[in-house]
Nanobody, 120 residues
Framework: QVQLVESGGGSVQTGGSLRLSCAASGYTYSMGWFRQAPGKEREGVAAIKTGGGCTVYADSVKGRFTISQDNTKTLYLQMNSLKPEDTALYYC?????????????????WGQGTQVTVSS
């Protein structure tokens, strides 16, 4: 069983930065960050294959966000140049079979979410 615990959300102004963390226990083949704004569907932000090999980003965050993972499997999302449209509840997710995929339907394990609010 995989358990995921996010931290690092908060409130910043436009152009600011935040770093999200996700502590993982259990086997994971791929991990990713997703977000859901009020009234919108959950969308993939970035994903990475555990141990390296591939990363993938949503077009809306390319060049601004960086996904990484350390040797304890803790997942990070460095978010720079934040915009008001980045405001959402951010989730960490993990899967045991699909690598570097941004579709929420392919992930079986989810954290509780951490709120990111960007004000103009």
């Amino acid at each position: 069983q995989v358990q995921l615990v996010e931290s690092g959300g908060g409130s910043v102004q436009t152009g600011g930065s935040l770093r999200l963390s996700c502590a993982a226990s259990g086997y994971t083949y791929s991990m990713g960050w997703f977000r859901q704004a009020p009234g919108k569907e959950r969308e993939g932000v970035a994903a990475i294959k555990t141990g390296g090999g591939c990363t993938v980003y949503a077009d809306s965050v390319k060049g601004r966000f960086t996904i990484s993972q350390d040797n304890t499997k803790t997942l990070y999302l460095q978010m720079n140049s934040l915009k008001p449209e980045d405001t959402a509840l951010y989730y960490c997710a993990a899967d045991n079979s699909v690598a570097c995929n941004l579709s929420p339907h392919n992930y079986n394990y989810w954290g509780q979410g951490t709120q990111v609010t960007v004000s103009s």
